[in-house]
């Protein structure tokens, strides 16, 4: 027997328009997307550690990008859908 794969069920594609009446339509916002971003390269740490301290901001090995000035993450963490029909 073979398993289900992701469009297995292609009839009910449209199962989601039931619960989206009277949602608001997505938006993406342009002052979502960043004006521009540039690549800074360091000679060793200590030079990584004072722009660390010079913009205010923990940067670790892992750090891949950043935000400046700091973004607050998790704007929407407290936000819940609740269905009241």
């Known amino acids: 027997m073979m398993s289900k794969t992701l469009f297995d069920d292609f009839e009910n594609t449209e199962e989601w328009k039931k619960e989206w009446i009277g949602m608001p339509e997505f938006i993406q ?11 800074i390269r360091f000679k060793n740490q200590q030079d990584y ?13 892992k ?23």
């Open 49 to 61: 550690k004072e722009f660390s301290n010079l913009i205010n901001q923990n940067l670790t090995k």
């Open 29 to 39: 916002n342009d002052s979502d997307k960043p004006y521009t971003q540039i690549i």
């Open 63 to 85: 750090t891949k990008s950043i935000w400046f000035p700091q973004i607050e993450r998790g704007l929407s963490a407290n936000k819940l859908y609740v269905n009241e029909s």
